[in-house]
């Protein structure tokens, strides 16, 4: 099977150091492996995506001296691809309706009976407020709602997997159904090789998932997974950031009938202090360096590739 991987950034703002490494440790991996590196532009968020950000990117890219087919694959033409997907997940019965806002999921989450809120990959995790009422408003609606944000029933999506999450009795393990995904770079905790997780941790410490978001009519977590398969990407390399998400694109896989690519995530690029660099550190835009007279060959080195 030949090794198809990707890069994929948001052209929302200057590639930098981060992206770089993210970037040539694909390109090389794909290369060593005689595969395919290629890109994907994340562009769902229109928001806050520039057409400005992506000939940069490209530029950039195309200066560290990375190769990939053409045209690219760019998330804001698949739309369709997304709706197709979201029709299927509530034809399941999967998705409701939520309006709640951050404020709102916060001050719900941290109510008394609810003791401390619990984070998971995309923040405070859901409480739960919208899934009781809004199903029974649309309970006899074939069609799904559009225009308003869709979240996944997490425990009712668990329970939908019998294949992901069989019963299996494992010596020393105190659960006996669980999911798995093949890694084979680092989680955050040293996480390696087959990495296993319970319904019920999906449900506790992911919860109700947003898979169709306001105003962009998909999420990064459906797209991701869909583009990926559309792709052929048998290897996703990526930040350790995305660690956690993993499990939702694992169960997002086995719903829509889509391959389970292996993953490798790799450490992320920190500043002296120690904190990841951000989009607006332009300090370590690619850009800034190549305007100080680096070459690519600096970059390498900086990342600790050279
Ligand atoms: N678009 C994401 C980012 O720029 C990367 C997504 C992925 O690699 O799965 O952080």
Same mark, same amino acid.
């Given at each position: 099977m030949t090794f198809i991987t990707r890069f994929a950034p948001s052209p929302t703002g200057p590639l930098h150091l981060g992206h770089a490494y993210s970037a040539l440790l694909a390109y090389d991996m794909a290369m060593a492996e005689g595969g395919k590196f290629l890109l994907r532009i994340e562009d769902i968020d229109q928001s806050r995506a520039r057409p400005q950000w992506e000939a940069q990117i490209y530029k950039d890219l195309e200066w560290l001296g990375l190769w990939w087919p053409k045209p690219v694959m760019r998330q804001s033409e698949r739309q369709s691809v997304y709706d197709e997907a979201l029709d299927r997940l509530w034809q399941l019965g999967l998705l409701y309706p939520c309006t709640c806002n951050r404020k709102d999921i916060a001050a719900a989450a941290a109510a008394p009976q609810e003791g401390s809120p619990l984070l998971g990959p995309d923040g !405070?995790?859901?409480?739960?407020?919208?899934r009781g009422p809004w199903e029974q408003v649309f309970s006899d609606q074939h069609q799904r709602p559009q225009n308003v944000p869709l979240r996944l029933d997490m425990e009712k999506a668990v329970g939908m997997v019998p294949g992901l999450f069989q019963n299996r009795i494992v010596p020393g393990?105190?659960?006996a159904s669980f999911g798995s995904f093949l890694e084979t770079g680092n989680g955050p905790n040293g996480e390696r090789g087959l990495v296993e997780f319970t319904p019920d941790n999906m449900v506790k410490t992911?919860?109700? !998932?947003?898979l169709s978001r306001r105003g962009m009519g998909t999420s990064y977590h459906l797209s991701v997974v869909l583009d990926d398969a559309a792709q052929g990407v048998n290897h996703v390399i990526r930040g350790q950031d995305l660690f956690e998400a993993t499990r939702i694109h694992i169960l997002l896989q086995a719903l829509l009938h889509l391959p389970h690519p292996t993953y490798h995530h790799h450490s992320l690029i920190r500043d002296e202090a120690g904190k990841r660099l951000a989009k607006?550190?332009?300090?370590?835009?690619i850009a800034t360096y190549r305007q100080d007279g680096a070459n690519p060959q600096d970059i390498r080195e900086l990342v600790a590739l050279g």
């Open positions: !405070v995790i859901y409480p739960g407020t919208c393990k105190s659960f992911i919860g109700d !998932v947003v607006r550190d332009d300090a370590r835009a």
